[in-house]
C-alpha cells in the first residue's frame, strides 16, 4: 500500500503554544486532507487541500488552524494558539476525488 | 448533514467465526471507504466500494447504493482482525464523514 509519513510521532506542548504538525503524502496524489481522532472518539475531517488552497474545511478549522505546502512535498497543519480540547491524534491523508484516501500513522498531540 | 450509523457498536467473536458488519447512511454518497483501525492507532483501507461488492482475501463489501447501507464481511476471523473498523462516506465534495465505528475483538 502507499505509504504516507507524519512527523513527530509524538508531541507535547503547552496551552498557548503553536504546533506544526508535518506529513509528507504520496507523490503522485493530488489531495490532502487531515482529521483528528479525540481518544476514544470517530475520526472527524478538519480540511482537504487540492492546487495549494483549501477546498472544503469543517468547523473544527477555525483561525486557529492553518494548512500548507511550503515545498511541494510536506503538507502541514499549523494550531497557532493550543488548547487543551486540542490533544487529540492527528491524521494526514492522500488520495483523490472520490477515490481511496491513503493515511498516515497520525500524530499525537497532548497538549498540557 | 449526512448521518453515518453503524452496527454493531462491539463484537466479541471466537477465532474462525465469521461476522457481518453493517453501516448505513442517510443521504446518497459519491464515495464510501472501509478502514481498520488496528490497536496501535493505524487506519488502513480496506474498500473503496460506492457501490457494487469487492473481495480481498477473507475479507469482502457490498455497497448498494440506493438503499443507502453497505454491508462488510470478515470470513475466518483471526485475532489480527481485532481492532475498529469504520464505514467513511462523502456526500459529495471534499469532506469525509465517519460513523463511530464497530469495535472488534477476536478471542483464540
Known amino acids: 500500500e502507499p505509504e504516507v509519513t507524519q512527523t513527530p510521532s509524538h508531541q507535547v506542548t503547552q496551552m498557548g503554544q503553536e504546533v506544526i504538525l508535518r506529513c509528507v503524502p504520496i507523490s503522485n496524489h493530488l489531495y490532502f486532507y487531515w482529521y483528528r481522532q479525540i481518544l476514544g472518539q470517530k475520526v472527524e475531517f478538519l480540511v482537504s487541500f487540492y492546487n495549494n488552497e483549501i477546498s472544503e474545511k469543517s468547523e473544527i478549522f477555525d483561525d486557529q488552524f492553518s494548512v500548507e505546502r511550503p515545498d511541494g512535498s510536506n503538507f502541514t497543519l499549523k494550531i497557532r494558539s493550543t488548547k487543551l480540547e486540542d490533544s487529540a491524534m492527528y491524521f494526514c491523508?492522500?488520495?483523490?476525488?472520490?477515490?481511496?484516501?491513503?493515511f498516515g500513522p497520525g500524530t499525537r498531540l497532548l497538549v498540557l | 448533514g449526512i448521518q453515518v450509523e453503524q452496527s454493531p457498536p462491539d463484537l466479541i467473536l471466537q477465532e474462525g467465526a465469521n461476522s457481518t458488519l453493517r453501516c448505513n447512511f442517510s443521504d446518497s454518497v459519491n464515495n464510501l471507504q472501509w478502514f481498520h483501525q488496528n490497536p496501535w492507532g493505524q487506519l488502513i483501507n480496506l474498500f473503496y466500494?460506492?457501490?457494487g461488492t469487492k473481495q480481498n482475501g477473507r475479507l469482502s463489501a457490498t455497497t448498494v447504493a440506493t438503499e443507502r447501507y453497505s454491508l462488510l464481511y470478515i470470513s475466518s476471523s483471526q485475532t489480527t482482525d481485532s481492532g475498529v473498523y469504520f464505514c467513511a462516506v462523502s456526500p459529495g465534495g471534499f469532506k469525509t464523514i465517519f460513523g463511530a465505528g464497530t469495535r472488534l475483538f477476536v478471542k483464540a
Open positions: 466500494i460506492p457501490s
Open positions: 491523508a492522500a488520495g483523490g476525488l472520490a477515490q481511496t484516501q491513503y
